[in-house]
């Protein structure tokens, strides 16, 4: 039997290789699981009884661009927060944004450009760019996101015969794993990029709703604002984590009527509809700010309980947004296996998040730790790792 070689040089996924760096014992007799960002926060209470409520549609196909009351409450829902006013042909439904993060690139990115296309990723990043770009026969090229850049790639210190090959930049703001946030500014200033290179943008924007005070600007609303090209950009939401319900699986992308269209193309030959009572419960979350707004009010609280515990701490830095926390250690792995150990805490290496660029991991001494245990739950690990790394 022959296999194919496009993913056969694929590291190892980031949560088997955690497993296998912690299968050691610890001596600590409670564990306080700090690795995946699985939202912990309840979810809507109506939740069940729309359920319920449409049990039958189980009985049936689902629509595989979004029923319309679902696509009116993410139409809704993009209004009131970014103005937009879209019509149903620039919105497509997804189950859960990875899906879309994949599909969109073998959509929209074209087989040749000046060359072998180029992908650009953030780094660390989110995984699925990377076998997105691989997919499609793109040169993946990861671009550093350091505390120099302010945690978010610098786009324009690539060259231009890069910049001339790129199809697609994916970027993910508010960032996992840094908790930085793009401005107006570095959004008018990528988009105007992207109109010079011809190159499409994949803004991954699914921790907008997590937030201290100012809500994050969005992507498509900023090139809205600047009259760019309608397709542009792609922008990529979920409910997982502005409502707490990762398995609802309940996401979409909006953009341009040409990029929706030919990813909807795509779609309706391979994709995986959700389920019309899914979408039904999906309408109503999305068309609901109240539970987000007390969402939102934990992880206030979270971001000053990790302020007080690592505020002493050399190199810290208070995240804008999202749930995580990018701690610097001097090397991920050993931290890891440290805090494990001996205090039963398991948080993930930086570098599981990252790749070696010119021998060097922009993650390697970083640990991330998710903010999404009870409130109480979540102080302890904190507290526990503050004295067994900076003690």
């Not at 074209?110 to 953030?122: A, D, F, H, R």
């Not at 542009?232 to 269209?261: D, E, M, Q, W, Y």
């Not at 994709?271 to 969402?295: F, I, S």
Request: proline share 7%; aromatic share 10%.
């Amino acid at each position: 039997m022959v296999f194919p070689e496009r993913f056969s040089n694929l590291p190892v996924a980031t949560w088997p290789r955690l497993r296998a760096l912690l299968d050691v014992p610890t001596t600590a007799s409670d564990v306080i699981n700090m690795t995946i960002g699985e939202p912990r926060h309840a979810f809507p209470a109506f939740v069940g009884d729309i359920l319920a409520a449409n049990l039958q549609g189980f009985a049936k196909y689902p629509n595989n661009n979004g029923t319309d009351d679902l696509l009116d409450a993410i139409a809704g829902f993009l209004n009131r927060r970014y103005g937009l006013d879209l019509a149903h042909d620039q919105i497509l439904t997804l189950n859960g944004t990875r899906e879309g993060l994949y599909n969109a690139a073998m959509a929209l990115s074209p087989e040749e450009k000046n060359g072998q296309p180029v992908i650009l990723t953030p780094n660390p990043f989110y995984q699925v760019y990377a076998v997105a770009a691989l997919s499609v026969g793109a040169e993946p090229i990861y671009v550093p996101a350091t505390e120099s850049s302010g945690h978010l790639p610098d786009f324009h210190a690539l060259s231009d015969d890069v910049l001339a090959r790129t199809t697609i930049a994916y970027i993910c703001s508010p960032a996992n794993p840094q908790g930085a946030v793009a401005d107006a500014e570095y959004w008018r200033a990528l988009i105007t990029l992207a109109e010079k290179h011809g190159f499409v943008i994949f803004a991954d924007e699914c921790y907008s709703e997590i937030y201290r005070d100012t809500p994050p600007v969005g992507a498509l609303q900023i090139a809205t604002e600047m009259g760019a090209d309608p397709d542009r950009v792609v922008i990529f939401h979920s409910l997982s984590k502005r409502s707490n319900l990762p398995g609802l699986r309940s996401g979409f992308c909006a953009g341009g009527t040409k990029s929706i269209a030919r990813i909807r193309q795509l779609r309706a030959f391979a994709g995986a509809p959700l389920p019309e009572p899914l979408q039904a419960v999906a309408a109503k979350v999305w068309d609901d700010e109240a539970h987000v707004e007390e969402n939102r009010a934990l992880y206030h609280q979270k971001y000053e309980i990790a302020d007080q515990i690592f505020g002493q701490v050399p190199g810290y830095q208070s995240p804008q947004a999202g749930f995580f926390l990018w701690l610097p250690v001097e090397n991920g792995e050993a931290a890891a296996m440290k805090l494990w150990q001996e205090t039963g805490v398991r948080v993930l290496p930086g570098a599981y998040l990252s790749r070696d660029v010119a021998g060097e991991n922009p993650g390697a001494g970083y640990i991330r730790v998710a903010m999404v245990a009870p409130t109480q739950e979540m102080q302890r690990g904190l507290t526990l790792i503050r004295d067994c790394l900076y003690g």
